[in-house]
């Protein structure tokens, strides 16, 4: 077996360093009164809320399958590696099954003053926060690495992406579906899987 490379090395160090960074933030948060974080966070509760409920839809796997299953429809019309958007397809399944194992882990309730409708499941971390950093910033990663898109399009897609990187965490908020505490740990857990992944990626030589 061949030796790591020093990128791969700092992918799984970084990876480690977000998973530590995620379980330390989930015990201590767990079983816990909220956070002064968490509280002053709720001022951000009620704003805009049409717009919070589009965000929220973004993470949700109705939007993401279709979503991936459309890049991998643009790869094969690009004569590009269809295979990486159906492998962040499949990773962002992999990694919400695990988001559910730790949410039960740490049994953290939802927050009581929730808007629209009462989200099901436990609250740390967020599921939708997650998401943000393992597909959407991946979409954005495999748009800046296929040469063969038009010239317009991979900027678009970062800037589509970005737009969501920030509105999804924070239509969590506007929701009160989650503290500001599992935001942060979901979008650390996301950092972790997805430097992880891309490690495991250049382990097994698909990257160079």
């Known amino acids: 077996m061949r030796a790591a490379s020093a990128t791969e090395v700092r992918l799984w160090i970084a990876a480690a360093c977000c998973f530590a ?6 015990a201590a948060v767990a079983g ?4 002064r ?3 002053e966070a709720t001022a951000l509760r009620g704003e805009f809320v049409p717009l919070a409920l589009f965000f929220a839809a ?3 796997w109705w939007v993401v399958l279709p979503v991936g299953l459309a890049a991998a429809a643009v790869a094969v019309a690009t004569r590009a590696n269809a295979l990486a958007p159906l492998t962040l397809l499949a990773s962002q ?4 099954a695990v988001v559910n194992v730790a949410k039960n882990a740490f049994g953290r309730p939802r927050p009581d003053d929730w808007l629209a409708y009462r989200e099901a499941g436990l609250s740390y971390p967020s599921g ?3 998401t943000t950093v393992v597909f959407y910033v991946g979409l954005a990663l495999l748009a800046l690495r296929a040469p063969a898109l038009p010239r317009a399009v991979a ?3 970062v800037a589509a992406t970005a737009v969501c990187v920030i509105g999804i965490p924070w239509s969590r908020l506007a929701l009160g579906a989650h503290y500001a505490t599992d935001v942060a740990g979901g979008l650390l857990f996301g950092a972790g899987w997805s430097c992880a992944a891309v490690a495991l990626l ?3 030589g698909a990257l160079a």
């Open 93 to 96: 399944g992999a990694s919400q």
């Open 202 to 204: 250049f382990r097994l």
């Open 37 to 39: 974080i968490d509280v």
């Open 32 to 35: 816990r009164t909220p956070t």
């Open 128 to 130: 939708h926060a997650a």
């Open 58 to 60: 973004l993470g949700r």
């Open 21 to 26: 960074a995620f379980a330390l933030l989930g």
């Open 155 to 157: 900027p678009a897609v």
